[in-house]
């Protein structure tokens, strides 16, 4: 297992790139199994979990050319297994992404049924319901989970409302549906950039899908999908992650390729703790942290509230404000894990439920650390960019699943940071 070994308190500087969104290259991937035709996508993050998602599509029996490192060139005109396996379900939970388009397209679809995950339990209940409302059989056989559309072959479309918003339920029922008879209509739909995203991607595939971005989306289904062009848009989490890199350094950062309009919440939040941001254009972002870092509470909501995937980082950053705030993470029941860490780091936090009360600043140390998932490693690596000392991170794979040559980007901007290899110890290499 690798490690990243940071030397901290260097401000960084510079330009730094922002790749495609990772969970939007996801459900766009999965999209490409409603057509026979080829999808080309473009801006693809060179990520694992891309990697990952690839190969689920290769087992079900697409094939993908990668003619250009991140664009895609997806056919699925022989798909001869319908099922995600556990052995994938188990290491990305994206996977069950597979299971709407299979659904509609073949009529039905296999999928593992996702334990528990660092983050929480995450069942995938809200998708089921909504397939059973699409006239699905949903059945549990052995931890797999078994749909079969009604006996034409075809899901009907149908109204109804989620209960929680859920971004890959709303993304899993947008391609089912895409694909049914007649017309559906989702309430309580979750709003976030990714959803927005897919809908282009499918409504230039030929679906009819309104309303993508607010809560309620109207997709009047069609009875076949075909090829299309599309390019991901900007990871929103990895542009709110350098911002914070920026803001925690005392240092500038231009960053390029990016949305700001995606991460509104983010960049309203940052600016209240006292850091400067100023919207260069719409797609290049400029931070400043200006060494007056103040606290200010924080809670995560669904989109286009304060995003649960940029908790962790924002911690971070509160750790070094004057004052005491309160995190609250409303998402996910056990989003908390990078805490211990920040604490064995000098950090002041206490948890209490689904509250962490953050009192600053601290002059955090450096320390050996492990990572415990994505947005948690991308933490660690904040902490480490601002502590005295040097950080060792273990288990960085978690980080190599979300964000595209972190190591190669934060270095080009200054930051002291090395990937070690694990099984060549002595050699220090530069991230491909
Ligand atoms: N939930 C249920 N039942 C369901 C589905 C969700 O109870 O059937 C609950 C979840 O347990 C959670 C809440 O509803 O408490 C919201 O979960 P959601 O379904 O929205 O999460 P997700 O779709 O599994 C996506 C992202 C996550 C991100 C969340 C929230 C992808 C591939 N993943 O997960 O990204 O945290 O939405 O915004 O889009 C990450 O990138 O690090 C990451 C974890």
Not at 364 to 377: E, H, M, N, P
Request: proline share 4%; glycine share 8%.
């Amino acid at each position: 297992m690798d490690k990243f070994l940071i030397r901290g308190g260097q401000p960084l500087r510079g330009r730094i790139e922002i790749s495609g969104a990772k969970n939007s290259a996801l459900p766009c991937l999965a999209a490409a199994l409603l057509t026979p035709e080829t999808v080309i996508l473009h801006n693809v993050p060179y990520v694992k979990d891309l990697i990952t998602q690839r190969r689920l599509l290769e087992d079900l029996g697409a094939t993908v050319l990668t003619p250009e490192l991140r664009t895609h060139k997806i056919t699925a005109n022989h798909v001869e297994v319908f099922e995600a396996p556990y052995e994938l379900v188990k290491t990305m939970r994206a996977s069950v992404l597979a299971l709407g388009p299979l659904l509609a397209r073949f009529g039905q679809a296999k999928v593992s049924l996702p334990g528990g995950c660092a983050i929480g339990t995450r069942p995938i209940d809200l998708h089921l319901k909504a397939f059973e409302q699409l006239g699905a059989t949903v059945s549990l056989e052995s931890g797999d989970v078994i749909a079969r559309a009604p006996a034409s072959g075809r899901l009907i479309g149908n109204e109804f409302e989620f209960e929680k918003v859920t971004v890959t339920g709303t993304e899993n029922v947008m391609m089912a549906a895409s694909l049914a008879k007649g017309k559906t209509v989702i309430r309580n739909a979750a709003m976030e950039p990714e959803i927005e995203d897919l809908a282009a991607l499918l409504n230039k595939m030929g679906a009819r899908i309104k309303g993508a971005g607010t809560p309620v989306i109207e997709i009047d289904g069609v009875e076949q999908l075909g090829g299309a062009e599309h390019t991901i848009i900007p990871d929103r989490i990895e542009t709110g992650t350098f911002a914070v890199a920026a803001a925690i350094t005392g240092g500038e950062l231009e960053i390029k390729n990016c949305n700001p309009a995606h991460l509104t919440a983010v960049i309203e939040k940052l600016r209240e703790a006292g850091v400067i941001v100023d919207e260069l254009n719409q797609s290049t972002l400029h931070v400043r942290g200006t060494g007056d870092l103040l606290a200010r509470d924080v809670t995560t909501e669904p989109h286009p509230k304060f995003p649960t995937d940029m908790q962790a980082q924002y911690m971070v950053l509160m750790t070094q404000a004057q004052g005491t705030c309160t995190v609250t993470e409303t998402i996910f029941e056990n989003r908390f894990m990078h805490v211990g860490e920040l604490i064995r780091m000098g950090a002041d936090i206490h948890i209490s439920g689904n509250h962490a009360v953050v009192t600053g600043p601290r002059q955090l140390t450096g320390a050996k650390v492990i990572a415990s998932d994505l947005r948690a490693s991308a933490s660690l690596v904040l902490a480490g960019l601002c502590a005295n000392g040097e950080t060792l991170i273990d288990r960085v794979y978690h980080i190599d699943r979300g964000y595209e040559a972190i190591v190669r980007k934060l270095r080009s901007v200054g930051a002291m940071i090395d990937r070690i290899k694990e099984n060549l110890p002595e050699t220090v290499s530069a991230e491909s």
